[in-house]
């Protein structure tokens, strides 16, 4: 069966791979970037 050759490759890590592509390509996604601290707790340092 041919579609059982299909199955042979993962689902998960195509969803890293698409990240590496935009890391690549320069596109950063909004949620790898880390969260910036808010004004209140610089303001408290």
Request: proline residues 11%; charged residues 35%; without cysteine.
């Amino acid at each position: 069966m041919a579609d059982n050759e299909k199955k042979t490759e993962p689902v998960q890590p195509l969803t890293l791979d698409i990240l590496k592509k935009m890391s690549a390509s320069g596109k950063s996604l909004p949620s790898v970037k880390p969260a910036p601290l808010r004004k209140d707790e610089v303001t408290n340092d």
